[in-house]
């Protein structure tokens, strides 16, 4: 089946500085990927849809400004966060699904623990 | 909106028995995906089985079937002789049926956590 990578599986980083979280489809071409964040023992909480080509759709309450997407070709989106706070501290994954046939599953990366001290 | 809400945060169930897992969801589309993923400590998001709401049967993966109620809009995950490497948390997940992004993004329900003792 297709395979979602996502890079990096964990990260530590000081607070006020970025960290950019990558999301590749390995072999399909995957117009539209979703970044999801996850909480200890919570849901999957959608983040925003990235679009290639375009500007990415952010759902209600995200910081479009904090969480910058970028989805610059086919098989890459990447997530960055700004200015990294503590509270950013979750786990993200992101997902896509090979278009256009409409009964294909969606695929999930491996997710990024990220950790901000 | 859509919903999906599973009333179950955690359920177990003793090896090689069997056990159910709730999921509603609310939905005004006549045609859409329904998913059960399973997230075991990896975290990594495995997809175990999936419904098309036009289809009347019932999907079934080997160990793992659903019980579809479109009416009731219910979507119940049964695990049968149930293994260690089952534990996991379980997540209900919709998707409607348009290929736009609407349709493209999964919903999903707070998860079931689910112990399996030996």
């Known amino acids: 089946g297709a395979v979602v990578s996502q890079h990096p599986s964990w990260v530590i980083c000081k607070s006020g500085t970025s960290v950019k979280i990558e999301c590749r489809s390995l072999?399909?071409?995957?117009?539209?990927m979703f970044w999801y964040r996850q909480f200890p023992k919570q849901s999957l909480m959608l983040m925003a849809t990235?679009?290639?080509?375009?500007?990415?759709?952010?759902e209600q309450g995200v910081e479009k400004d904090k969480f910058l997407i970028n989805h610059a070709s086919l098989t890459l989106s990447t997530l960055t966060v700004t200015s990294a706070h503590p509270e950013d501290s979750s786990f993200y994954i992101c997902s896509a699904r090979d278009p256009p046939d409409r009964d294909t599953e969606a695929f999930f990366g491996q997710g990024t623990r990220l950790t901000v001290v | 909106a859509q919903t999906v809400t599973q009333s179950q945060p955690e359920m177990s169930v003793q090896e090689a028995e069997t056990v159910t897992l709730s999921c509603t969801y609310d939905t005004s589309e006549s045609d859409y995906y329904l998913f059960w993923y399973k997230q075991p400590p990896s975290r990594q998001m495995i997809l175990v089985i999936r419904q098309e709401a036009y289809k009347q049967q019932n999907a079934t993966e080997n160990r793992f079937s659903v019980n579809f109620q479109k009416a009731a809009k219910s979507f119940s995950l049964k695990i049968s002789d149930s293994q260690l490497g089952d534990a996991a948390m379980y997540f209900c997940?919709?998707?409607?049926?348009?290929?736009?992004?609407?349709?493209?993004?999964?919903?999903f329900g707070g998860g079931t956590r689910l112990m399996v003792k030996p």
């Open positions: 990235s679009n290639e080509g375009s500007k990415a759709t952010y």
């Open positions: 072999d399909f071409q995957a117009t539209t």
């Open positions: 997940a919709y998707r409607g049926s348009t290929n736009n992004n609407a349709g493209n993004m999964l919903t």
